[in-house]
């Protein structure tokens, strides 16, 4: 028997647009009170009341950046105070800088990693600390086939996605016991605009392909845990 989702408390990094705005809806649809956040105020609140208005769930955002540790715990409280409880994590936030190691500035390469890593981080220790005390939960990081394949011009970004993975995989073991249930998604090409900056690549997956996924891997039975999706178009570009 699937799990229902019905009732359950959840947050969604970088909620706003793409793959997290597809999450958000499909967490929303399922009966789910969602959490967003993003780094403008206007659009991440403009988001919260479509994903209610759509849904008919409570939606709510709030500004955070994710790469500040001092954002995510008032984020983290925010949540706290608006919900009472945290049943689901979705780190998703995410930036891509593509440029040769030698084009790559300092600020490039620390903008990548405190974003894809270090704010993933920060979100888990504060969702682990309340799943820990409520007996359970479920975090979902969205990383990437690129944790997996470099390629030319991607070294930040294949560099934090490599770390995403084996992070995922280390707070998986780490807390599977405490009831907390760690899942890494790895998409390949989704149709978002997130690395060429424009959207319309019909051979690519679609981000309601990947929310679908983690729809799929939170309903799982309790007893099963899906440590690693790996997601590509059935047919690529050639």
């Given at each position: 028997?699937?799990?229902?989702?019905?009732?359950?408390?959840?947050?969604?990094?970088?909620g706003?647009r793409?793959?997290?705005?597809?999450?958000?809806?499909?967490?929303?649809a399922?009966?789910?009170?969602?959490?967003?956040c993003?780094?403008?105020?206007?659009?991440?609140?403009?988001?919260?009341?479509e994903?209610s208005?759509?849904?008919?769930?409570?939606?709510?955002?709030?500004?955070?950046?994710?790469?500040?540790?001092?954002?995510?715990?008032?984020?983290?409280?925010?949540?706290?105070?608006?919900?009472?409880?945290?049943?689901?994590?979705?780190?998703?936030?995410?930036?891509?800088?593509?440029?040769?190691?030698a084009?790559?500035?300092?600020?490039?390469?620390a903008?990548?990693?405190?974003?894809?890593?270090?704010?993933?981080?920060?979100?888990?220790?504060?969702?682990?600390?309340?799943?820990?005390?409520?007996g359970?939960?479920?975090?979902?990081?969205?990383?990437?086939?690129?944790?997996?394949?470099?390629?030319?011009?991607?070294?930040?970004?294949?560099?934090?996605?490599?770390?995403?993975?084996?992070?995922?995989?280390?707070?998986?073991?780490d807390?599977?016991?405490?009831n907390?249930?760690?899942?890494?998604?790895?998409?390949?090409?989704?149709?978002?605009?997130?690395?060429?900056?424009?959207?319309?690549?019909?051979?690519?997956?679609?981000?309601?392909?990947?929310?679908?996924?983690?729809?799929?891997?939170?309903?799982?039975?309790?007893?099963?845990?899906?440590?690693?999706?790996?997601?590509?178009?059935?047919?690529?570009?050639?």
């Amino acid at each position: 028997m699937k799990t229902s989702l019905k009732g359950k408390k959840a947050l969604v990094t970088g909620g706003t647009r793409g793959i997290g705005r597809a999450i958000a809806d499909a967490l929303a649809a399922a009966g789910v009170a969602v959490a967003i956040c993003g780094r403008n105020q206007e659009q991440t609140a403009k988001a919260a009341e479509e994903i209610s208005a759509k849904t008919n769930s409570k939606a709510i955002g709030k500004r955070a950046d994710v790469s500040s540790s001092k954002e995510v715990s008032e984020l983290f409280e925010y949540v706290d105070e608006q919900f009472g409880a945290l049943d689901i994590l979705v780190n998703n936030a995410g930036v891509g800088i593509f440029r040769s190691v030698a084009d790559l500035t300092v600020e490039d390469w620390a903008g990548t990693l405190e974003t894809n890593l270090n704010g993933v981080f920060y979100c888990s220790r504060e969702a682990v600390k309340r799943m820990k005390a409520a007996g359970g939960g479920a975090i979902v990081n969205i990383s990437s086939l690129a944790g997996k394949n470099p390629f030319a011009g991607g070294a930040a970004y294949n560099a934090s996605k490599f770390a995403l993975n084996g992070f995922s995989e280390a707070m998986m073991l780490d807390h599977r016991n405490d009831n907390i249930r760690v899942t890494c998604i790895m998409p390949g090409s989704v149709d978002t605009g997130f690395s060429s900056g424009r959207e319309g690549a019909s051979w690519k997956m679609a981000a309601e392909d990947v929310a679908e996924v983690v729809i799929d891997v939170l309903s799982m039975p309790e007893r099963t845990l899906v440590s690693r999706v790996e997601m590509r178009p059935s047919k690529p570009q050639k």
